[in-house]
């Protein structure tokens, strides 16, 4: 470990625009194995845009993604998934009609040699991951809307585990969650990083993920203001660089750090 | 309010002393895992039965009576499982009647036209040639229409309501607006009556065949959850499954069985193979009507098809949640595809069975069999919202549509009266599966 890895991901100059919009202006942002980065700003700031080209759900106009040092060519969520990104989005986890089980393997259910659906091995394992991340999980047979919210979010990280994903995606965990809930998520986020998994926290609010993340990168108007290491910067600071974009001296900036006349 | 107060101290009260007490009806229907909805459905259905019965002065419950509506509810009922599919998925089909218009009339050409002058007159083949055209073209259509709603983005109402023009329209074209009859003898056969019927003994070695297929299902789910040492239904609830559905099974075969051959037909059989003419007359039972076989075939493949295949996981999960359906990596535009795709194959065994049925092809088959058919999908328990439906309940709700019918074509009521009711029941109907579902949350 005394050299430094190659980052797990690197996004290169990003841009994507909506309409006309510069939703996200040459933005780069990377992530190394086993480390937590979360990624800052107001609605509006353009993260969980830039979030969602990683994950497949858009596609870019400039830019280049690297996983592991190599151009990864993703289109859709499908090509994401190959590459072992997996996304836990703020609201649209679930399909709350159907159980727990049919939402962990949505999209890549385990079928029998008939080609039928092989449910009970399914909700086998299911009841073995969620035992392991929340042992309190029971209401395995009741579609994903009857759950509270903390559950259906652990349903939805229990989706990302089951996989094995290398680079995990949260955009805003712990935005539906109470107070209990969401210690649970930082657990488990840690639990995650132990394992050599690389994360992005996705927030507007920095007070749920300072102390979770090693580094913070922060955007305002569809650029990266700059980002910074958390031992070396304060909330304080970072709070000037989401509201005014006024870079610290701890940090490094971006393209949309403040001009200093 | 009292009752409800009560019930609930005292299963409160029962934790503590065993589960001897409590609600012994809700204990039955969870150790069952009976669907309360649906059993709901099936009062309903009786009601309307009884009623009749009770209002035609015993007309409504005969096998004659039971076995013809069977064979009319066939062609709504086949439509309505796709339907169900359809609906599910937030989207609609209003040219359900105009492609059962379009391609009964295609066969009907088919089989009275052109395969004749080709093959000979009633040759063994036509009817299956006609029929796999029908299906061909019905999926055909179905594919253009789905590809234009997944993939060019307009609603499938439009896309829809443009088909039921289009194919209606179409159907006239074919013929200029003639009826095409006479069907082809074996073609024929698919419409039901006395010869599209299978007899006592076959009916009976379908229904035990049912059975067998019953119990199988039941003790192959209860091995599974064993292996996996999955919760499991009491013993005696899983008794009282099979015997409640093997009852139901052979009672209807034996209904079924209890309406025999007219007797202008039994005796012009008896004399073409030299049975002396009985005193008190012959009695050959019909049997399940062909028809109604087809139909429950589609409807158990149906179910097979949205309850174990990921296709079918796939079209509640994008009724649920287009978005989280999409990001977890599903072709949702496919998948939308193909819905439409079967839904056309479906109207195509619909249009067989009942231009079968009719012994001829007209441009108005089918008109008006669009709001049947929702209607029929949303009395069994579709939600409009999407992501929740049966294909067991839309076939249900079919049912009741035509009982209702039929029972006002028994009472003699007008046919514009019969409109307004079936008009009112849908619109209650729908009402009280909201109350439902409000409580139930």
Same mark, same amino acid.
């Given at each position: 470990?005394?050299?430094?890895?190659?980052?797990?991901?690197?996004?290169?100059?990003?841009?994507?625009?909506?309409?006309?919009?510069?939703?996200?202006?040459?933005?780069?942002?990377?992530?190394?194995?086993?480390?937590?980065?979360?990624? *800052?700003?107001?609605?509006? &700031?353009?993260?969980?845009?830039?979030?969602?080209?990683?994950?497949?759900?858009?596609?870019?106009?400039?830019?280049?993604?690297?996983?592991?040092?190599?151009?990864?060519?993703?289109?859709?969520?499908?090509?994401?998934?190959?590459?072992?990104?997996?996304?836990?989005?703020?609201?649209?986890?679930? @399909?709350?009609?159907?159980?727990?089980?049919?939402?962990?393997?949505?999209? $890549?259910?385990?079928?029998?040699?008939?080609?039928?659906?092989?449910?009970?091995?399914?909700? @086998?394992?299911?009841?073995?991951?969620?035992?392991?991340?929340?042992?309190?999980?029971?209401?395995?047979?009741?579609?994903?809307?009857?759950?509270?919210?903390?559950? $259906?979010?652990?349903? &939805?990280?229990?989706? &990302?585990?089951?996989?094995?994903?290398?680079?995990?995606?949260?955009?805003?965990?712990? &935005?539906?969650?109470?107070?209990?809930?969401?210690?649970?998520?930082?657990?488990?986020?840690?639990?995650?990083?132990?394992?050599?998994?690389?994360?992005?926290?996705?927030?507007?609010?920095?007070?749920?993920?300072?102390? *979770?993340?090693?580094?913070?990168?922060?955007?305002?108007?569809?650029?990266?203001?700059?980002?910074?290491?958390?031992?070396?910067?304060?909330?304080?600071?970072?709070?000037?660089?989401?509201?005014?974009?006024?870079?610290?001296?701890?940090?490094?900036?971006?393209?949309?750090?403040?001009?200093?006349? | #309010?009292?009752?409800?107060?009560?019930?609930?101290?005292? =299963?409160?009260?029962?934790?503590?002393?065993?589960?001897?007490?409590?609600?012994?009806?809700?204990?039955?229907?969870?150790?069952? +895992?009976?669907?309360? /909805?649906?059993?709901?459905?099936?009062? %309903?259905?009786?009601?309307?039965?009884?009623?009749?019965?009770?209002?035609?002065?015993?007309?409504?419950?005969?096998?004659?009576?039971?076995?013809?509506?069977?064979?009319?509810?066939?062609?709504?009922?086949?439509?309505?499982?796709?339907?169900?599919?359809?609906?599910?998925?937030?989207?609609?089909?209003?040219?359900?009647?105009?492609?059962?218009?379009?391609?009964?009339?295609?066969?009907?050409?088919?089989?009275?036209?052109?395969?004749?002058?080709?093959?000979?007159?009633?040759?063994?083949?036509?009817?299956?040639?006609?029929?796999?055209?029908?299906?061909?073209?019905?999926?055909?259509?179905?594919?253009?229409?789905?590809?234009?709603?997944?993939?060019?983005?307009?609603?499938?109402?439009?896309?829809?309501?443009?088909?039921?023009?289009?194919?209606?329209?179409?159907?006239?074209?074919?013929?200029?607006?003639?009826?095409?009859?006479?069907?082809?003898?074996?073609?024929?056969? #698919?419409?039901?009556?006395? +010869?599209?019927?299978?007899?006592?003994?076959?009916?009976?070695?379908?229904?035990?065949?049912?059975?067998?297929?019953?119990?199988?299902?039941?003790?192959? %789910?209860? /091995?599974?959850?064993? /292996?996996?040492?999955?919760?499991?239904?009491?013993?005696?609830? +899983?008794?009282?499954?099979?015997?409640?559905?093997?009852?139901?099974?052979?009672?209807?075969?034996?209904?079924?069985?209890?309406?025999?051959?007219?007797?202008?037909?039994?005796?012009?059989?008896?004399?073409?193979?030299?049975?002396?003419?009985?005193?008190?007359?012959?009695?050959?039972?019909?049997?399940?009507?062909?028809?109604?076989?087809?139909?429950?075939?589609?409807?158990?493949? #149906?179910?097979?098809?949205?309850?174990?295949? /990921?296709?079918?996981?796939?079209?509640?999960?994008?009724?649920?949640?287009?978005?989280?359906? +999409?990001?977890?990596?599903?072709?949702?535009?496919?998948?939308?595809?193909?819905?439409?795709?079967?839904?056309?194959?479906?109207?195509?065994?619909?249009?067989?069975?009942?231009?079968?049925?009719?012994?001829?092809?007209?441009?108005?088959?089918?008109?008006?069999?669009?709001?049947?058919?929702?209607?029929?999908?949303?009395?069994?328990?579709?939600?409009?919202?999407?992501?929740?439906? =049966?294909?067991?309940?839309?076939?249900?709700?079919?049912?009741?549509?035509?009982?209702?019918? =039929?029972?006002?074509?028994?009472?003699?009521?007008?046919?514009?009266?019969?409109?307004?009711?079936?008009?009112?029941?849908?619109?209650?109907?729908?009402?009280?599966?909201?109350?439902?579902?409000?409580?139930?949350?």
């Amino acid at each position: 470990m005394t050299e430094p890895t190659n980052p797990l991901v690197e996004m290169k100059n990003i841009s994507i625009s909506f309409g006309g919009i510069h939703a996200v202006e040459n933005a780069s942002v990377d992530l190394f194995p086993g480390e937590v980065v979360a990624l *800052l700003g107001h609605n509006g &700031a353009g993260k969980s845009t830039l979030i969602k080209i990683l994950s497949g759900a858009y596609k870019r106009d400039a830019g280049d993604i690297l996983i592991n040092g190599e151009q990864a060519d993703i289109r859709n969520p499908r090509d994401a998934k190959k590459f072992g990104i997996e996304t836990i989005y703020q609201t649209l986890a679930v @399909a709350d009609n159907v159980d727990a089980a049919a939402n962990l393997y949505l999209g $890549r259910e385990l079928q029998t040699k008939w080609g039928t659906l092989d449910d009970v091995a399914m909700e @086998a394992n299911t009841r073995e991951v969620m035992g392991r991340l929340n042992p309190n999980f029971k209401r395995f047979k009741e579609p994903v809307k009857a759950l509270s919210g903390g559950q $259906r979010q652990s349903v &939805a990280i229990a989706r &990302a585990i089951l996989f094995d994903a290398r680079i995990l995606i949260m955009d805003e965990p712990t &935005a539906a969650l109470g107070p209990q809930e969401t210690a649970q998520v930082g657990d488990l986020i840690k639990q995650l990083k132990r394992e050599g998994i690389g994360i992005f926290l996705i927030s507007h609010d920095i007070h749920d993920v300072f102390d *979770l993340a090693d580094r913070v990168f922060v955007m305002k108007n569809g650029k990266v203001v700059g980002h910074a290491r958390t031992e070396d910067v304060t909330k304080d600071e970072v709070l000037g660089m989401i509201i005014l974009g006024k870079v610290p001296p701890g940090a490094t900036p971006g393209p949309g750090a403040m001009k200093v006349a | #309010m009292a009752d409800t107060m009560q019930t609930t101290t005292k =299963s409160t009260t029962s934790v503590g002393t065993g589960q001897a007490e409590g609600n012994l009806l809700s204990r039955f229907f969870r150790a069952t +895992e009976i669907d309360t /909805r649906m059993l709901g459905m099936i009062g %309903a259905l009786l009601i309307i039965w009884v009623g009749f019965h009770i209002l035609t002065g015993g007309l409504f419950l005969t096998p004659r009576n039971l076995w013809n509506l069977s064979v009319q509810t066939a062609s709504v009922a086949v439509m309505a499982t796709g339907m169900v599919l359809v609906i599910v998925t937030r989207n609609i089909d209003l040219s359900v009647g105009s492609i059962l218009g379009f391609t009964g009339m295609i066969m009907g050409v088919l089989q009275a036209r052109l395969l004749p002058e080709m093959l000979g007159f009633n040759h063994p083949a036509i009817w299956l040639i006609t029929l796999c055209a029908g299906l061909l073209i019905g999926g055909l259509i179905g594919t253009l229409h789905g590809a234009i709603i997944a993939f060019l983005s307009v609603p499938s109402f439009i896309v829809t309501l443009g088909g039921l023009l289009v194919w209606r329209g179409a159907t006239w074209f074919v013929t200029s607006g003639q009826t095409v009859a006479p069907m082809d003898a074996n073609f024929r056969l #698919m419409g039901g009556g006395t +010869e599209g019927s299978i007899g006592a003994t076959w009916s009976w070695i379908v229904g035990i065949l049912a059975c067998l297929a019953i119990v199988a299902a039941i003790i192959n %789910a209860r /091995r599974q959850r064993k /292996r996996f040492h999955f919760p499991r239904r009491p013993v005696w609830a +899983e008794y009282v499954l099979v015997a409640l559905g093997c009852a139901i099974v052979l009672g209807a075969v034996w209904i079924a069985n209890q309406y025999y051959w007219p007797v202008n037909i039994a005796r012009r059989y008896a004399e073409a193979n030299n049975i002396a003419w009985p005193e008190g007359g012959l009695f050959i039972s019909q049997g399940i009507a062909v028809p109604v076989l087809m139909a429950i075939a589609v409807g158990i493949v #149906m179910t097979f098809i949205a309850t174990r295949l /990921r296709f079918g996981r796939y079209v509640f999960a994008i009724g649920g949640n287009p978005e989280a359906a +999409e990001l977890a990596g599903i072709k949702t535009r496919w998948v939308t595809v193909k819905i439409f795709a079967l839904m056309g194959v479906l109207c195509a065994i619909a249009a067989a069975i009942s231009t079968a049925r009719l012994n001829a092809a007209t441009n108005a088959q089918g008109e008006l069999d669009e709001l049947y058919t929702i209607a029929a999908a949303v009395i069994g328990g579709t939600s409009l919202a999407g992501g929740m439906g =049966s294909i067991a309940g839309a076939m249900l709700g079919a049912l009741v549509m035509q009982s209702l019918q =039929s029972g006002m074509v028994l009472l003699g009521i007008d046919t514009p009266f019969q409109r307004i009711v079936v008009g009112m029941v849908l619109v209650v109907a729908v009402w009280l599966d909201t109350v439902y579902r409000a409580k139930a949350k």
